[in-house]
Every structure is written in structure tokens, then in C-alpha cells.
């Protein structure tokens, strides 16, 4: 963590989110999030228990976002394994530009970005305001049937 820190000259803290399992290796999530910012962002990062090296979530364009949607088998472990389309790697040609394509990293940045939507007491905080409203009821039913 202090080695991605000193590359991009990062102030504050960088925060344990989670782990993601997969079945040859598992994922390590870390945040950043400057608080000297107008406007603080988290920002994301990833490596594997294989190699320790944080690298930067990527952005993800839509057609990437419709397409990890639909996918519901487990991660392997290789941000690089891109075989969900069901098609087997071409082979690259040392000569021309790196062609971009839908590898395993994207998906994760798609569970990441989907998983942070909402905060992590929010399931507890919805749940203690239906609690309150069911004691107002019951209290309500009290006060009407038994007086």
C-alpha cells in the first residue's frame, strides 16, 4: 500500500474494504479517500493473494456494465482471464495496438461499484425505522382494544 501511495502521491489513509473469493485465488479490496478534497471520493484498488501489488480499479464503460450484469459464476482469481463470451483468445499480434476487452478486473469493478451503492448500515437503519413504526402500531392497538 505504501509503495501505490507514493506513486500517486496519496494523502490519508488507505482502507481495508474486503476480500472477494475466487477459485484459484482471492481478490484484497482497498480504498483511498483524500479528505483534503472539495469533494471526497473513494477511490479503488485490488490485488490478489498471488501478488500483493495494488492496482487501480478501471473505469467501466457501459456495454462492460450490461455485460458483467448478466454474469453469475463464481470469480476465478486472474483479473486477466477474459473467456466470459464464451470465445477462446486469438492470438495477438506483437505489431498491432493492444485491443481492449472484457476481462475479469472489469467485472470486479463491477461488483465493487454495485456493492457501494448503498452504505453499509443502510439494511440496519431500514430496519430500525420499521421496528419503531411496528411498536407505534402495536402501542396504538393497545391503547384502542384494552381501554
Known amino acids: 500500500m505504501l509503495q501505490r501511495k507514493l506513486q500517486e502521491n496519496l494523502l490519508g489513509k488507505m482502507l481495508f474494504w ?13 480504498f483511498h479517500v483524500n479528505p483534503f478534497d472539495e ?19 478501471p473505469h467501466l ?3 462492460y456494465v450490461k455485460q458483467a450484469a448478466v454474469i453469475t459464476t463464481a470469480f476465478l482469481g486472474d483479473p486477466s482471464f477474459f473467456a466470459y463470451n464464451g ?7 506483437p505489431e498491432a ?17 454495485v456493492s457501494i451503492t448503498y452504505p453499509p448500515d443502510f ?8 421496528y419503531r413504526k411496528l411498536i407505534t402500531i402495536v402501542h396504538l392497538f393497545q391503547e384502542v382494544h384494552f381501554q
Do not use: W
Not at 474486503?18 to 482497498?30: A, C, N, R
Not at 470465445?87 to 499480434?93: G, K, R, V
Not at 440496519?124 to 425505522?129: A, G, L
Open 18 to 30: 474486503g476480500k472477494i473469493y475466487g477459485s484459484t485465488q482471492d481478490y484484497l479490496i482497498v
Open 39 to 57: 469533494f471526497p471520493d473513494k477511490k479503488f484498488y485490488f490485488c490478489t493473494t498471488s501478488d500483493y501489488t495494488l492496482r487501480a480499479m
Open 61 to 63: 464503460p457501459e456495454d
Open 87 to 93: 470465445e477462446d483468445p486469438e492470438p495477438e499480434d
Open 97 to 113: 495496438p493492444p485491443v481492449e476487452r472484457f476481462r475479469e478486473v472489469h467485472r470486479l469493478a463491477y461488483v465493487i461499484s
Open 123 to 130: 439494511y440496519f437503519n431500514i430496519f430500525f425505522i420499521l
